[in-house]
């Protein structure tokens, strides 16, 4: 089964002309997992209510206030997924869900890391690295995190410092950015400041090992209504077959050989034999 992932700081998500535009996203780009950053949803009422605006996705939320914070992790009813297993932070910026889908267990990880170097460096180090696991993993959203100078255009610019302490957890769960895999010499920013002075890639899909070699494609769009740009990435997983009992079929050409009829012949007649002693 082929699924698309899909991630964007939204910006806020309470004026509902905003909410119906992002609805239409989902559908034009048919997102199958959808990673949402600054919802601005501050209580389970107000998630409640936007969850029936668009019924057509499970929808998991770690709620921040009416101006800050916020995550989400919507899952199309397509996908049939099963057994969700929910845990998030108390600050809106962290949100992990576990699923089944056709007899395999994923994991996603929504992030919104915080804006100051130390907070962010605080935030990898214990909240992120905690939540992580080896395998079926996926882990987007907005890092506020310069992982290169190639992600980055300032003409003031200067190195992110919280930069290796995700790099450290990138290297030590196996983990591969899918952006820059599928383009290793392309810049690519996905948050532009108004008057184009600055520009960074800081919104990010990870995935382990065993999902990252399944990728197809991971496409950067523009969006009108947020500052950030939405990242699409296209991934096919291998999915086990159901193992049946199968059964077994004669390979009737044998029959044109002598030598295997009289072989069979011999077994069948001495095994007769022994049955009736």
């Known amino acids: 089964m082929a699924f698309t992932i899909g991630t964007l700081n939204v910006n806020g998500m309470n004026n509902q002309k905003k909410r119906q535009a992002l ?4 559908k034009r780009h048919k997102i199958d997992i959808f990673f949402l ?35 989400a992790i919507w899952i199309s009813a397509n996908l049939q997924s099963s057994n969700h297993k929910i845990s998030h932070d108390s600050d809106g910026r962290l949100l992990s869900a576990s699923f089944d889908i056709d007899r395999q267990t994923y994991t996603a990880t929504c992030v919104y890391a915080p804006t100051t170097t130390a907070q962010r ?9 905690q939540r992580l696991t080896s395998t079926k993993h996926l882990i987007a959203g907005d890092f506020n995190t310069i992982l290169t100078q190639m992600d980055h255009l300032h003409p003031r610019s200067r190195t992110d410092t919280a930069a290796p302490y995700l790099a450290s957890i990138i290297r030590r769960f196996d983990l591969t950015d899918l952006y820059r895999q599928q383009h290793p010499d392309r810049s690519g920013f996905t948050w532009y400041r108004r008057d184009g002075s600055q520009m960074s890639r800081l919104d990010l899909t990870l995935a382990t090992s065993d999902l990252s070699c399944t990728a ?20 096919k997983p291998q999915h086990r077959q159901p193992r049946g009992k199968g059964y077994w079929k004669l390979n009737t050409s044998h029959l044109k050989d002598p030598t295997y009829c009289d072989k069979i012949t011999t077994f069948w007649t001495h095994w007769r034999q022994q049955q009736h002693r």
């Open 37 to 71: 950053q600054e919802t601005h949803c501050p209580d389970d009422d107000t998630a409640n209510k936007w969850n029936t605006e668009f019924p057509s996705m499970i929808k998991f939320w770690s709620n921040g206030s009416n101006h800050a914070c916020g995550v």
């Open 216 to 235: 197809k494609s991971t496409t950067i769009f523009p969006t009108a209504w947020s500052d950030h740009h939405l990242v699409i990435s296209q991934l």
């Open 121 to 129: 460096q605080y935030f990898f180090q214990t909240q992120l690295k």
């Open 23 to 26: 609805y239409s996203l989902v």
